[in-house]
Each structure stands twice: as C-alpha cells, then as structure tokens.
C-alpha cells in the first residue's frame, strides 16, 4: 500500500530521480520553456516553483540554497539575473503547463511546461485582470441602451421613409404616378 507517499517516484531511484529533475529545472530556466509527460512536468513544478519563491531575495545564502538544488552555477545566474526580477510581484503560480497531445511510440501525454511570464502571447493579450463577475455601472448601462434605441427608431424611419418614395415614384401603365 502507498499510504503516506505524498509525491510520484517516476518509476525511479532517487538519486536518478533528483539528477533528473535537477536537469529539467536547469532547462527550463535557461529555455523558459520545455517540452515532456505530464507525470515529469507535474513533479517538475512541485520541484522548481520553491526554487524560484527563493530566488525572490537575492543573498547569498538564497544562493547556495538554490544552487544546492540545482548544480550548476549558469542557470543559478540566470535565476537571480533575468527571471527573479520579472517574477518578483507574482504571489506563486510561476509555471503553466499545455497538455499537447500523447506521444506516437508509447501513447504518453505530453505537455510544454513553462515560465508564465516569459510567454509573450499570452502576457500581451491578458495583459488586462479579467473576472467572471458582472461589473454594472448605472450611468453607463442606461445611456447605452437609450442610444441603441435611438439608432433603432432612426432606421426604422428611414426605410420606411424609403419604402414611401418607391411606391409614390413608381409609374403606373398610363404614366401617371401612384397616389395614396
């Protein structure tokens, strides 16, 4: 029974599976994006997003901490330099995962997993805060309508207006002009 295990061993030892995650952590802050299954990007984000909370405050020893997990001292750079500053306001949440579809050789889900703020489509179009919550204001609301029914009138004058000439400029047979 797997009573108390709170996290996947990826079918692993776990000298193999820190190496692994290590490396994938280490790819994904130098590339901000990575391509793999969905089991690795899961346990991937429970790995990275505590090492990116702790680069938030650059001190040294931040810096060892972080480098502890990862081992090796470019992407510990990269870190502090380029994705802490970017990353500093966001309360949590630093990575997304896309599932992609299931690989040809053996069916598994595949996913990109990536930095949030390092994907320029997504940050450029909901660049605004949106929220399922109607926002009504009175003012606005009851203007609105009152010009759509403005315009509605409006047009319906005018092609009834149209209608009119056409029926009193049409000739009859004899060319005199119709009369209501």
Do not use: W
Not at 109 to 135: G, H, P, W
């Amino acid at each position: 029974m797997r009573h108390g295990k709170k996290f996947n061993h990826l079918g692993r030892k776990t000298a193999h599976r820190k190496a692994m995650l290590s490396n994938m952590a280490c790819s994904l802050i130098e590339h901000k994006s990575i391509n793999t299954t969905v089991a690795k990007a899961k346990a991937l984000r429970k790995y990275v997003e505590p090492i990116l909370t702790k680069s938030k405050t650059d001190s040294t020893h931040s810096r060892r901490v972080v480098f502890r997990y990862l081992q090796n001292k470019y992407s510990v750079t990269e870190l502090f330099r380029d994705i802490a500053p970017a990353i500093a306001n966001r309360p949590g949440g630093y990575t997304r995962i896309i599932r992609t579809g299931y690989r040809l050789g053996d069916n598994a889900e595949m996913c990109m997993i990536e930095l949030v703020d390092f994907n320029d489509i997504y940050t450029n179009e909901k660049a605004k805060k949106t929220t399922r919550r109607s926002r009504r204001s009175t003012g606005s609301a009851t203007s609105s309508t009152q010009e759509t029914a403005e315009e509605v009138t409006s047009s319906e004058e005018t092609v009834e207006a149209k209608s009119e000439e056409k029926t009193t400029d049409k000739p009859n047979d004899s060319g005199e002009s119709k009369e209501k």
